[in-house]
């Protein structure tokens, strides 16, 4: 093995340590958030803003006022369902999109092709996109949360850049036998390039997941058809926590509202936090293939 | 023999608009049946509202809808402009846009790099996957804990405190002063892990040949770095700057809906927010969608400009 100059080593020491430096920065926040929804709430008051290297008298009471109401599982209920429903309708529309866009001799390809890439760089705006769900009559139904967005321009065209990267023998053989357009695409395509449709699968799924905004201008009447994000939104932003803190004394609550903060952000993040890890690898294959083709 | 030369003539013809049409239809009407659905998305969600633009030149009432609105031209652009609030929402558009792109555009170049320089793998990897994290936190989360960490017993505020002449009791957000910097730091804090990635990819990518002969040539690793590194992915940082240029007044509202207050609206109240409110909360659709226009029209001769800047510079472009 080669042996490494002094400065060298220098560097490298000081590069870990930085690169330890910049983790903690990026984890840190997050197990802050983790130790104080297991603080008793006193404890945590009393605290101040110190840092927090465990949780302060362990208990998990913000977890039962979390779901003393069932706003947060109504919302969990709600996001599935649009994840259940809207993810494979991007996905069908996404592929079938990209299959045209990645056809060669096709007569109408050009123009469609300009038009959907026109609406990457230019839009009507917020204010004729939400009168034109509103004319749809989608307004209060979760429909307005999952067709208005169904398809993902920019995904689209990682996918067409996926299935132009295809070897072409495969189809031009199925050709040869007759296959039609179904056929190279759902039989050839689609079965070759699983790993990217994951991938942008993975993309839609976390795009609704985090989404919150249509649902906040969309779904006007009442919270029961809210998706998670805005129940967290009216918790954490708009500091609505009465309903968990009902049949608490008045002075108690706002510093038990601040501990269930913290736990609701548990609550909701655990999931990506838990499979985050295992799929990584997968979102960053996604921005490569991206890449390839700005 | 004259029969022959006709028939030639009519064969020849293959250019036709006509025949192209039908031997197009004969052999991908399949593929056009299957792509319905996808125009009708883009007809629907995108042109639809490409079409109510011209709500921007009327007096625009939601019973009557675009067809039955009188029409008042540019009263509504002359309304926005005249607003007393017009320069300020620019001046705070412009000045996160250019403060993001100022701290928050070298810095995933700069770690790139330095992850580059890890020579153990599963280091580098672990570096990875935990800085990558926070981009797949959602915004309402990360913005509800931006809340919780510069309020009043926050952690950031006691850490500001600490450093700071004159200790505040309030939340952070409170100051306008201190709303870009929140604003700015929270985002770079959210996504430098993750757009670090398109740099590592490219810098994979340098031929290893080129190292070589550096290193034959005598050059040390900072030499390395100056003279065969860098200049590698620089087509990468032109057009990723170009590209970020061109979104210079696209700030968007979501995390400002979230992050704003009265205290600091001087300083966060942006244009993308300035729509928001005036068309959804108070309905004045003319002037929202007369707003909404000016900013696509902006943005779109941004990024129109970046594009053409890009392809001489660098031969990659957009379109």
């Known amino acids: ?294 | 023999m004259v029969k022959e030369i006709v028939n030639q003539g009519v064969a020849i013809n293959k250019t036709a608009f006509s025949y192209r049409f039908k031997r197009d239809m004969k052999k991908n009407y399949s593929l056009y049946i299957l792509i319905i659905p996808v125009l009708a998305f883009y007809a629907l969600f995108m042109y639809k509202p490409m079409y109510g633009v011209l709500m921007a030149f009327q007096d625009f009432e939601i019973r009557v809808g675009i067809t039955g609105s009188d029409w008042v031209w540019f009263d509504n652009f002359k309304r926005f402009f005249a607003d007393p609030y017009f320069k300020r929402n620019i001046i705070n558009t412009v000045k996160i846009s250019v403060t993001s792109i100022v701290f928050g555009f070298p810095t995933p170049i700069i770690f790139a790099l330095l992850v580059n320089e890890i020579s153990k793998k599963w280091f580098m990897r672990t570096v990875q996957t935990i800085t990558y994290l926070p981009h797949f936190i959602s915004l309402v989360v990360i913005c509800g804990m931006i809340r919780t960490f510069v309020g009043s017993d926050g952690i950031i505020t006691s850490i500001v405190n600490f450093f700071s002449a004159n200790p505040v009791d309030e939340s952070l957000l409170n100051n306008a002063k201190a709303f870009v910097p929140i604003f700015v730091a929270s985002d770079i804090w959210q996504s430098f892990g993750w757009n670090s990635i398109i740099y590592l990819a490219a810098l994979s990518a340098v031929d290893e040949q080129l190292y070589e002969a550096a290193i034959i040539d005598g050059a040390g690793r900072i030499r390395q770095t100056i003279s065969v590194t860098i200049p590698s992915i620089l087509p990468t940082i032109t057009i990723m700057f170009i590209l970020r240029l061109g979104s210079i007044l696209s700030v968007g509202y979501e995390k400002i809906i979230l992050l704003t207050n009265a205290f600091n609206a001087e300083s966060s109240e942006i244009l993308s927010y300035y729509i928001y409110k005036k068309g959804l909360i108070s309905a004045d659709y003319g002037l929202a969608t007369a707003a909404g226009l000016f900013n696509s029209i902006i943005n779109f001769a941004f990024v129109a400009a970046a594009n053409s800047i890009s392809k001489k510079v660098s031969d990659i472009a957009l379109w």
């Open chain 1, 1 to 294: 093995m080669k042996r490494k100059s002094f400065s060298r080593l220098l560097f490298e020491i000081f590069n870990a340590i930085f690169m330890s430096v910049l983790m903690l920065i990026t984890l840190y926040p997050l197990l802050y958030v983790i130790f104080a929804s297991m603080s008793d709430a006193n404890e945590l008051l009393k605290h101040g803003g110190k840092l927090l290297y465990k949780p302060l008298e362990f208990t998990l009471a913000a977890y039962k006022l979390a779901f003393k109401d069932n706003s947060i599982v109504t919302g969990y209920k709600n996001t599935s369902i649009i994840l259940v429903i809207g993810v494979p309708i991007s996905m069908y529309l996404s592929a079938v999109g990209a299959y045209f866009l990645s056809r060669k001799d096709v007569m109408f390809k050009k123009i469609i092709t300009k038009l959907i890439m026109f609406t990457m760089f230019f839009s009507g705006g917020l204010i004729p996109f939400y009168l034109t769900v509103r004319d749809l009559k989608m307004i209060d139904s979760l429909w307005s949360l999952i067709l208005p967005t169904a398809i993902n321009t920019y995904n689209m065209i990682i996918l067409r850049t996926a299935f132009e990267g295809l070897p072409p023998g495969l189809e031009e053989s199925a050709r040869m036998d007759g296959a039609g357009h179904m056929t190279v695409l759902f039989k050839i395509i689609i079965p070759l390039s699983k790993a990217t449709l994951a991938v942008i699968a993975l993309y839609y799924g976390v795009g609704v997941w985090n989404s919150w905004f249509n649902a906040s201008i969309f779904l006007q009447r009442g919270n029961a058809k809210w998706p998670l994000q805005l129940v967290l939104r009216q918790i954490l932003i708009q500091n609505d926590t009465a309903s968990m803190t009902a049949g608490t004394d008045l002075g108690d609550m706002e510093r038990v509202a601040e501990s269930i903060k913290y736990a609701v952000i548990v609550i909701a993040t655990m999931p990506v936090l838990c499979i985050y890890p295992f799929i990584q690898k997968y979102f960053t294959k996604g921005v490569m293939i991206g890449a390839v083709k700005g």
